[in-house]
Structure formats: C-alpha cells, structure tokens
C-alpha cells in the first residue's frame, strides 16, 4: 500500500481518538446496539481455548478487545496504525490489565513486525480488514500463525442496498479507502487457508438503522424482533448472507506457517 494510504489512515484514525471529533456522530447513532461484541464474538470466545495462548489483535483500536481477551487467559499484543488511539487503550488497559498479559504495538497491519508462527489466534477488530489489501492480509495473517492456528474477523459486507446509500450519504464518517468486503473475497482467502468458513449478520435488522436515527429508544426496543426474523432467514434461506451487512470471517489452517 501506499505512502499516501497510510498517511490518510494515520490522520483519521487519530481524529477519531480525540473527543472533539463530530464527523461519525450520525454513524454512532444510526447503528446504536448493531455493533454488539457478544453478539458477533461470543460465539467464539465461547469455544477457543484462549488461556496460554499467544494472541494478536490487529486495529486494536481503543484496546476493549485487548482488555477482553487478556481476562480470558491469553496474553495479548495489540497492534494498530494510530498512535492517538493506542494512547486511549493504554489509558485503558493499565488499570485494568495486568501489565505483562499485554503488549501495545504501532504498525502497519499489511507489513506486521512479527516473525513467522508467533500466534495461536489472529483477531481483526471489528471493522479493520476492509481497510487493507484483503489478499496482502490474509497472506500476512497466516504467516504469523502457528500451525494450526485461526483467525477471525468481523466486517460490513458491500451489496446491502441501505447500506451502500447510507455510505454514500456520509462520505466524511470513513476514510476514502475503505472497502466493504464483496462475499468473492472469501476465495481468495483459500489461497491461504484450507478452512475459512463464514457467518452473516443483518439483513432485515438494517432498518433499526434507519429507526435509530428518528429514536435510538424505538430502535433498541424492536432491534430483537428484528434480530430473530434475520436468525430465521439466515437459517432457511442461506443465500441471503451474501445481502447481510455483516459477516463474520473464520479462517483457519494456515497454508504458509512456521513448522
């Protein structure tokens, strides 16, 4: 990537971590509680064995998911592009982690300072990958992995209809770089990985979007009715996820990995 993709990237991502920046208040309310960690992360945290395990967070952000997993026994490097929010994870984490359960790393995620095999489990917070060069990610991602090992992303997916209006209607709230993942990225990740599996999110339940933004309470009282008609959908219908407007990605098997 670019000189110039990493500078737009640094200086928005260090916007974001100050407390005056506006640019992203409609995104916050119009998706208040669709961004759910235990809606997307529990499922996994509820099966991987973290305890003595070595973990990447990649994007680490503010550091939550840092915090998160550093209390379910693993320790925890968290890795991200913005020196302004690795500042408002370590305000974060050193009153609530114990130091040496965690590391804090400024870095680009297409180019990680990392030798091969140095993880058990990669984790993208939620909304980083789309940012990146997919493919370059994935080939840096199972590089660092141990044999065996798994990665696991969350991500907006790119052919929701509402979704791609409201994106365009609030260019200002991200970067010009993102990309939102098409479902055909997925192949591309078995170039990689011999076992990448998928789960979507959101189909109908992106109108409590459009409800947030008229009543954040109105939205928040009807977002688990929606929720289950979505759980049905998805469940007979799979073909819709590739409509969703959020999948989370498994990855898993390496193919290129320190033996």
């Known amino acids: 990537m670019t000189g110039q993709f990493l500078k737009r990237e640094c200086e928005f991502h260090n916007r974001l971590a100050e407390s005056d920046f506006r ?4 995104v916050h309310r119009a998706t208040t509680g669709l961004y759910d960690a235990s809606v997307y992360w529990e499922p996994v945290w509820s099966r991987v064995q973290l305890r003595g395990k070595t973990v990447v967070d990649l994007g680490c952000g503010s550091g939550w998911m840092v915090a998160e997993l550093a209390r379910r026994g693993a320790f925890v490097v968290g890795l991200d592009i913005s020196g302004g929010l690795l500042q408002v994870a370590q305000a974060r984490l050193a009153s609530r982690i114990a130091a040496d359960r965690y590391g804090l790393i400024l870095a680009d995620a297409h180019r990680l300072p990392f030798p091969d095999g140095s993880f058990d489990y990669v984790f993208f917070n939620t909304g980083i990958l789309h940012h990146l060069d997919f493919e ?7 590089r660092i992995l141990r044999p065996g090992g798994q990665a696991f992303f969350v991500e907006p997916l790119n052919r929701h209809p509402l979704v791609r209006l409201f994106r365009r209607l609030t260019p200002k709230a991200r970067t010009p770089d993102e990309r939102p993942l098409d479902p055909g990225a997925f192949a591309q990740a078995q170039r990689y990985f011999r076992k990448v599996s998928h789960t979507e999110y959101y189909v109908v339940t992106v109108f409590v979007a459009a409800l947030n933004l008229i009543s954040p309470t109105l939205g928040r009282l009807i977002l688990p009715l929606f929720r ?8 007979r219908y799979p073909g819709l996820g590739r409509y969703a407007w959020i999948v989370r990605l498994e990855l898993a098997t390496p193919r290129v990995s320190a033996s």
């Open 23 to 26: 640019a992203r208040w409609l």
């Open 136 to 142: 370059q990610a994935c080939a840096e991602v199972a």
């Open 228 to 235: 289950a008609i979505d759980n049905f959908l998805l469940a």
